[in-house]
């Protein structure tokens, strides 16, 4: 079954254009919830952790959100050079430390 | 800089060959871990190492696939008799505190 489902599969945004990318989960019992950054060719580049329900993060143009089904990356402001897939992955409590990946977002910020 | 560096960066080899592929983790970091990337896909896990030991392996696809950390630092996975399902990008991560796991740039394999 889809343990992380992330939509949309793909975003175009006008640079300035604020939007939310959406990651919907299901397990039983969350350690964290992890989003990353993949630009083409390259490995995924760490960007949030969240913990728990109600906790939110920023960096810069980003901010994460969490709740108990799903995390949200808000993106204020786009602009093209935060074109690139977003990835989310989860870490289930009582089970080994390993992540599992939704299959990402891909954003394209036009100028 | 000092982060996770993988080699080789591109692999192609023939069906039925056997491939070695490398992994240095960041110093000091004692958890390691090794996914498979499909194109168009989230990484999917392989195996995950604490210290020199395999704590799981239960992403590893079939017994063609192995993985060490002999020494606790750097590993090696290895895949024998390649089959064309098995070209993917592998990446591999490593940790301090089991919580952010930092990823290399991986490495493409391609069979034939």
């Known amino acids: 079954e889809d343990q992380v489902t992330q939509s949309p599969e793909a975003l175009r945004l006008q640079e300035g254009e604020s939007s939310s990318l959406n990651c919907s989960y299901t397990v039983s019992g969350l350690r964290g919830l992890f989003w990353y950054r993949q630009d083409p060719g390259k490995g995924p580049e760490f960007l949030f952790t969240l913990y728990s329900a109600g906790e939110e993060k920023e960096k810069e143009r980003l901010k994460a959100t969490l709740t108990k089904k799903e995390s949200f990356l808000h993106i204020t402001a786009p602009k093209p050079e935060d074109s690139a897939t977003y990835l989310c992955?989860?870490?289930?409590?009582?089970?080994?430390?390993?992540?599992?990946f939704g299959s990402g977002t891909r954003l394209l910020v036009r100028p | 800089g000092a982060g996770v560096s993988q080699t080789p960066s591109n692999k192609v080899t023939e069906k039925g060959k056997y491939v070695e592929l490398r992994c240095d983790p960041i110093s000091g970091h004692t958890a390691l871990y090794w996914y498979r990337q499909s194109l168009g896909q989230g990484p999917e896990f392989l195996i995950y190492f604490q210290g020199t030991g395999a704590a799981d392996d239960s992403g590893l696809p079939n017994d063609r696939f192995f993985a060490v950390r002999p020494e606790g630092s750097v590993s090696t996975l290895k895949i024998q008799r390649t089959e064309r399902g098995d070209s993917a990008v592998y990446l591999c991560?490593?940790?301090?505190?089991?919580?952010?796991?930092?990823f290399g740039p991986g490495t493409r394999l391609t069979v034939l």
């Open positions: 991560a490593s940790s301090l505190d089991l919580r952010e796991q930092f």
């Open positions: 992955a989860v870490q289930e409590r009582d089970s080994s430390y390993k992540l599992i």
